[in-house]
């Protein structure tokens, strides 16, 4: 994990940011990661739309829509293993969302606290965060430790455990999943969901949550629902 300290995150609305798909506009390097392991495993491709369309966490779930039943643990593995091997790669052309770094600066200069949380593996998060220069702008970085198999809500749990004190009232997560407005409501936050990541706005639309389709949508959002 990776703290910083803040101003006024008792006081003020505190964003908890999601990584993939929100500030980093992976969905080209996860296209091509997922279809390349589908490729590995003898599945056809999916195109963005469709991915978009049947994508859900856990991920055995999205994997369990596409192969018509869960699949067994030596499947998993395999997909799980051959999804990273060509993601990492892939993920290094990737930038972040238009606009994410000036938001993000704007509120740490504001004096507004925010932080990240990913099912990104800890260990490959940080340096990707790192290298875009953004890391100073959170007060916490976590990303997940251990297996990928569950959802976001307990992950969630720690991670404002750790934040000392913050109010959930006061804290509105920002993600492209059904999965973050999920790992919000757990620990009594709010969620603002962004339509340029992992799902379709149809099915965003269906948690029952705002929905969005620029960040600049989203920070605005969520301070109102905060205020």
């Given amino acids: 994990m990776v703290k910083r300290t803040g101003t006024s995150g008792k006081h003020s609305t505190h ?68 999804f990273h091997r060509h993601y990492w790669p892939g993920a290094d052309a990737c930038a ?60 969630m749990v720690r991670h404002l455990a750790a934040l000392e004190g913050m109010a959930p009232e006061r804290i509105v997560v920002i993600g492209d999943a059904a999965d973050d407005a999920v790992a919000a409501a757990h620990v009594g936050a709010r969620a603002v969901l962004y339509t340029g990541g992992s799902h379709s706005r149809a099915s965003l639309e269906r948690v029952g949550v705002p929905v969005v389709d620029t960040l600049e949508e989203a920070v605005r959002v969520a301070e109102e629902m905060a205020a």
């Fill in 96 to 155: 972040l969302t238009a606009g994410a770094a000036e938001l993000l600066a704007a509120r740490r200069s504001s004096g507004l606290t925010q932080s990240l949380l990913s099912l990104a593996p800890h260990e490959q998060l940080i340096p990707v965060v790192r290298r875009h220069g953004i890391e100073e702008h959170f007060l916490r970085v976590d990303g997940r430790v251990g297996a990928a198999l569950g959802g976001k809500a307990e992950h």
């Fill in 15 to 82: 964003l908890v940011w999601d990584w993939n798909g929100t500030l980093f506009d992976d969905m080209a390097a996860v296209m091509s990661a997922t279809n390349a392991a589908f490729a590995e495993m003898g599945l056809p491709p999916l195109t963005l739309e469709r991915y978009r369309e049947l994508y859900c966490v856990p991920v055995t779930a999205f994997y369990e829509r596409l192969l018509g039943r869960l699949p067994s643990g030596e499947e998993w593995e395999l997909m799980d293993a051959a």
